[in-house]
Structures are given as structure tokens and as C-alpha cells.
């Protein structure tokens, strides 16, 4: 007896060639919430800043069904609402993207900088770029060695015009090449970045934290001059001629 031929498709997913779904059969319910979760959750990442009715008009979608999938996301801490009621990029995307970043180049041609770094010091060593919205994000992490130490901050987001971090990749280094302040990125810790500068800007920034009653005056420089050494390295390490970049030195 003879059959005709057998499907590999699996029900209620797309072809498995990636092509589209045949003619006149729609998606499943499942698949269209999913494409537009995303796709509103795309608007929010363009815009940085997005209501509920331009998301809804930008996504081609009602506004109850944006209002139902955004509080999904926004439950899934995706997106966050701020106090006008205007959605923003939420942490656990933060924290996503940072994971992502943690992979590539950069974050891998640091590591051995915040080693030596760590080596040198008994302190943490991190590495930062800025985020959305005026923030600054920490992608990675080497932790101190001492039993008290700052812990990781892996995919944590703080304001460019809050701390060392910040001021170090918004250019504002001044021309010892490191920055160095006790008790702004957190109480009753002393923070040093330095930039690592590229073509037009600034990749990056390293910096060490410790608790404060750990690092007095001369240590606090001594780690400065470290922090900025690897940070160097690491520009000419990527290519980088950091002499080049036109960095603003007030504070």
C-alpha cells in the first residue's frame, strides 16, 4: 500500500524551510502574541521613552491589545512605566543586554586587564559602557580577593551624571587620566574609572571599587594610576590611539 509523502512540519510552527506561513493559513494565536510583544517591545527600545497610544499606533496594534502584552512585559520586568505612565526599557532587558555584551570583543579583551587589576590591588575590577537614557551599564566583572569585597554588578545601570563611571565615559577625565571619588556610586565605597578611548569617543570605562575604609588617600591614587594604565593597554590593544581623542578635561 503506498502513502503519500510525510510532513516534518511540527503543528503550530512556521515551515521549517523559514519560509512563510502557506497561503490562507494564518499563524497560531501563541505565534502572532509573541511577534507582537516583540515588535512593541522594539518601539520601546527605539524610542527610549514611548506612550502607551504611540506604541500602540507604531506597532499597527489596538490599544487594549498593546496595553495587555506591555504589561506582560512590563510584569516580566521587560519594560518599566515611569511616573507619567510612559514606558521605558525595564532591567531584566538590561540586565539581558548586558549578558549579550559580556560576549563579545571588548568584554573579552578586558578580562585580563581587570585580573591584573584585581592582582594588584585585592580589589574589584569592572568594565562599563553606556547604556540607553543616559545611563551607564556595568557588563563585567573580575571580584577582589579580600573576604570583604564589593560584589558584582554585572548588568546594574547607573546615571551618566552620578559617579566616577559616568564622568569617565562622558569624557570628563581630567588629565591624570583617572577619576577617583569616595561615596557617590554608593555609600561608604571609593570608586576609580578611567576611559578607554576610541575613534570619536569613548568604548568603555574600567573601574575599580572597595570599600572606603580599606582604600585611604595614596592607595586610592596608586589604584588611579593602575585603573588608567589598563585602561591605555586595552585601547591599544583594540587599535585604539588613544593620544588621538579629544576628551574633554574639566570636571
Request: glycine share 12%; aromatic share 4%; hydrophobic share 40%.
Amino acid at each position: 500500500m503506498s502513502t503519500g509523502p510525510v510532513s516534518s512540519e511540527v503543528p503550530g510552527e512556521p515551515p521549517s524551510d523559514g519560509g512563510a506561513w502557506p497561503s490562507g493559513r494564518a499563524a497560531p494565536a501563541s505565534t502572532r502574541a509573541v511577534e507582537r510583544a516583540m515588535g512593541l517591545l522594539g518601539e520601546v527600545c527605539a524610542e527610549g521613552e514611548i506612550t502607551l497610544s504611540q506604541c500602540a499606533r507604531r506597532a499597527r496594534l489596538p490599544v487594549s491589545t498593546a496595553l495587555r502584552l506591555l504589561r506582560t512585559l512590563e510584569a516580566s520586568g521587560f519594560v518599566r512605566r515611569d511616573p507619567a505612565g510612559a514606558y521605558q526599557v525595564g532591567p531584566r532587558l538590561i540586565q539581558l543586554g548586558a549578558a549579550a555584551l559580556g560576549r563579545q570583543g571588548l568584554v573579552r579583551l578586558a578580562e585580563p586587564a581587570l585580573r591584573r587589576i584585581v592582582a594588584s590591588t585585592g580589589e574589584s575590577a569592572y568594565l562599563g559602557m553606556a547604556g540607553a537614557q543616559g545611563t551607564a551599564i556595568y557588563v563585567a566583572t573580575v571580584e577582589g580577593t579580600h573576604s570583604v569585597r564589593h560584589t558584582s554588578w554585572v548588568g546594574r545601570a547607573v546615571p551618566l551624571s552620578d559617579g566616577a563611571l559616568g564622568a569617565a565615559l562622558s569624557g570628563l577625565t581630567p588629565a591624570v587620566g583617572y577619576i577617583a571619588e569616595r561615596g557617590r556610586t554608593e555609600p561608604d565605597v571609593t570608586a576609580v574609572s578611567a576611559p578607554v578611548p576610541r575613534p570619536g569617543g569613548i568604548a568603555g570605562a574600567i573601574s575599580l571599587l572597595g570599600p572606603s575604609y580599606r582604600i585611604d588617600d595614596d592607595a586610592m591614587h596608586a589604584y588611579g594610576r593602575i585603573v588608567a594604565r589598563e585602561a591605555r593597554a586595552l585601547a591599544d590593544q583594540l587599535g585604539l590611539d588613544s593620544t588621538d581623542q579629544k576628551l574633554r578635561r574639566e570636571r
